[in-house]
């Protein structure tokens, strides 16, 4: 912290838990998207593939994670299978709770 003289001290450290998405729309020439989780401290996460009615397609990982790991999806469900064409949704549980929508464009 660095004290400014204000009542709420600025803290400029990068200390936290973060989770993005890139390529968030999947078709013949992306096929596989990336999913990028931070954790500043050991934790239990678990990364799913959700229709738009709440149906969950895939497991993408579960498990402990501390730092940074890269998950790729390549827009199949748990047995393999290339999921249709519409949207998804990317849901992250643990450390960060979080709802990335993709879509699959075939």
Same mark, same amino acid.
């Not at 990364?47 to 149906?55: F, L, P």
């Given at each position: ?12 450290t990068t200390s ?11 078709? @013949? ?24 009615t709440g149906h ?10 501390? @730092? ?25 549980? @643990? ?12």
């Amino acid at each position: 912290y660095i004290p400014l003289g204000i009542s709420n001290p600025l803290n400029l450290t990068t200390s936290k838990n973060d989770f993005t998405s890139y390529n968030n729309i999947l078709d @013949g020439d992306n096929p596989t998207m990336t999913l990028k989780y931070e954790s500043t401290s050991a934790s239990n996460i678990k990364i799913a593939v959700y229709t738009a009615t709440g149906h969950k397609v895939k497991t993408i990982y579960e498990g402990s994670v501390l @730092g940074k790991i890269t998950f790729n999806w390549n827009g199949t469900d748990d047995n393999g299978s290339k999921l249709a064409s519409g949207i998804y949704f990317i849901k992250t549980e @643990g450390a960060i709770n979080k709802v990335e929508k993709v879509a699959i464009v075939r």
